[in-house]
C-alpha cells in the first residue's frame, strides 16, 4: 500500500469543488471542502463518526450544537460523533478546508462541484467499504 502523502495545503487551496475524496482507508478519509461566498455545507449529525476540520483560506463559523466557533486560515475543529453541527463561510472570499472522517462517510473517489449536486446525489454515495487502495 502506497497510502497518502502530498502537500495538504497547496492541494486545499487549488481545490475548486463543493466536496473532492482524496483517500479513502478502511478507518479514516480525507475530503477537500469549499464553500462559496454565503455557502455552508448543511446541518447535519454523524452519530457513529468523529469528524476533523483544518481551515486553509477564508473565514466563516462552525456551529457544534448551537455554539458558533470562528474559524480561519489555520483553524483547526473535532466534531465529536453525534453533535449537530454545521460549517458556514461567513467571510469575503471561499473558505477552504479539509476534513478527516473517521470512520469513512463518503464513497472513494467522489466529487462533487456544488453543494447542491452533493444533496441530490448524497443517498447514493454514501461510503460502501470501498478504499483507495
Known amino acids: 500500500m502506497k497510502g497518502f502523502c502530498d502537500n495538504i495545503e497547496e492541494q ?25 461566498l454565503g455557502g455552508d455545507i448543511g446541518e447535519e449529525v454523524h452519530d457513529d463518526r468523529d469528524q476533523f476540520f483544518r481551515f486553509e483560506g477564508g473565514s466563516g463559523v462552525v456551529d457544534i450544537d448551537g455554539v458558533a466557533n470562528a474559524v480561519e486560515d489555520g483553524f483547526a475543529v473535532i466534531v465529536p460523533a453525534g453533535a449537530r453541527h454545521n460549517v458556514r463561510n461567513t467571510g469575503a472570499d471561499p473558505l477552504r478546508f479539509y476534513s478527516l472522517y473517521a470512520p469513512p462517510e463518503h464513497k472513494d473517489g467522489i466529487v462533487h462541484a456544488t453543494r447542491e449536486e452533493a444533496d441530490a446525489r448524497h443517498h447514493d454515495e454514501e461510503w460502501d467499504g470501498g478504499t483507495t487502495e
Open 12 to 36: 486545499t487551496l487549488d481545490n475548486g469543488d463543493f466536496r473532492r475524496v482524496l483517500y479513502t482507508g478502511h478507518h479514516l478519509q480525507l475530503v477537500l471542502m469549499t464553500l462559496p
